[in-house]
């Protein structure tokens, strides 16, 4: 028997939900069955949301150019101040020096946990979450917290528990705007008040995470940098959602901080980012071109999304056993469990789910087992004729 290296605790405890629950799908397919796959926010698994030509055609440039060198640790210094003038256009002062680009906002995350986060420290993140936000602070000693997102009052902030959760481990105080997985959009008032908690507690800073801005059906996003007066805020945003190019791993982080609180951390961004090289050359050519052009595509593609999320929410107030609350953004639709043999077990009725009528979901206690438990998340991106496909097994599963 061959002896078996020992995995570190850090990297056995990460748990990714949302690809996690595709490991028994693929044992499916291998079966030959068919599996409808409505676990993983990638529009472009998807027909009718591609990435914009435009943006391909200069990505494609950039590769025809020979751009394919290490680009400089920060970014282009085209792209930073595109991006600057982008954040701008949101109501605050972004100079192009406060932007870095990074593989990713995934990356980015992974950066300023490792700049911020000492043993013991604490990352306050809405309840339920982008799975991140809870997997990867403990690979520094630290730990994620969740503060609730209300699922009765439609996954608005619960201000008053992050007031009790506040103390002085929190070096990060998340907000994911509009949520994923909820769809919610926090409004003006619960940004102010957040900013205001932040403001008491000189350690924290906000992280704001806005990678579904443009898709925001309501008209009433906010960027929490523009409302902040004091408090360090960075924000995240880049290709994946909005520009609909997930796969060219580009995003960025522009930082907010008008008292000068985080040039020691900041300084500790910046080493790590030179140690890892550059994010990919020409796919910020092709970021380029999709943030400098005009972004008339952006309300066809919106319109489709909202259109689609309309026909699941249609469908899903006429099933028994199920019941969502309406997405002001993005595209996924948070469904309560409300029976109450489902919903104490969420990740079974989910396996239950695929193994009887091969529909992939992920289950609510993935993004929270908390605040999460009892739900699942589902994307709206399919085409109707799939959609349509998806609820009748759903409702047949339902009623078995
Ligand atoms: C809230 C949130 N942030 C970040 C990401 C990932 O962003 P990126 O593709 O830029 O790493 C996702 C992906 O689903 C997300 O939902």
Redesign the pocket.
């Known amino acids: 028997m061959v002896e078996q290296v020992e995995v570190s605790i850090r990297a056995s405890s990460i748990e990714y939900a949302i690809r996690d629950v595709v490991v028994p799908a693929i044992e499916l397919e291998k079966q030959g069955h068919d599996i409808i796959r409505l676990n993983i926010?990638d529009p472009l698994a998807y027909d009718g949301l591609p990435t914009p030509i435009h943006m391909i055609d200069e990505y494609k440039n950039a590769l025809d150019r020979q751009n394919n060198g290490y680009g400089p640790s920060y970014g282009l210094d085209e792209l930073r101040k595109a991006i600057s003038l982008s954040e701008c256009s949101k109501g605050w002062d972004c100079n192009s020096d406060n932007v870095y680009v990074t593989h990713?906002?995934?990356?980015a995350l992974q950066v300023i946990f490792a700049a911020f986060l000492q043993e013991n420290d604490t990352v306050l993140a809405p309840g339920p979450h982008?799975p991140p936000y809870m997997a990867y602070p403990q690979m520094y000693g630290a730990k994620t917290v969740e503060y609730r997102l209300k699922s009765s009052d439609n996954w608005g902030i619960d201000l008053e528990d992050i007031r009790r959760k506040m103390n002085d481990s929190v070096k990060l105080l998340v907000l994911?705007n509009p949520n994923?997985p909820t769809g919610n959009i926090a409004t003006r008032f619960e940004i102010e008040q957040l900013i205001e908690i932040a403001e008491e507690w000189p350690k924290c800073t906000i992280i704001a995470?806005e990678?579904?801005d443009g898709l925001d059906f309501s008209n009433s996003f906010i960027s929490v940098a523009s409302v902040s007066e004091k408090v360090p805020v960075i924000t995240?945003n880049?290709?994946?959602?909005v520009y609909f190019a997930?796969g060219w791993?580009i995003?960025y982080m522009a930082w907010h901080d008008p008292e000068n609180r985080l040039s020691l951390v900041r300084d500790g961004v910046e080493r790590i980012l030179r140690s890892r090289l550059c994010a990919s050359t020409p796919a910020q050519y092709g970021y380029l071109a999709g943030l400098e052009s005009s972004h008339d595509w952006l309300s066809s593609h919106r319109a489709l999304t909202e259109k689609r999320m309309n026909y699941c929410l249609k469908r899903i107030n006429e099933i028994d056993g199920i019941s969502c609350e309406s997405p002001q953004g993005a595209f996924y639709l948070f469904v309560r469990l409300t029976k109450p043999e489902h919903f104490k077990d969420d990740k079974k009725w989910v396996l239950d789910l695929l193994h009887q009528e091969h529909v992939l979901v992920v289950h609510g206690s993935g993004f929270s087992p908390e605040f999460g438990a009892g739900h699942f998340r589902m994307v709206c991106l399919p085409q109707i004729s799939v959609l349509e496909e998806a609820f009748i097994r759903i409702e047949r599963f339902l009623s078995s």
């Open positions: 926010g990713g906002v995934t990356e982008y994911i994923n995470d990678i579904y995240l880049g290709v994946s959602k997930p791993r995003g």
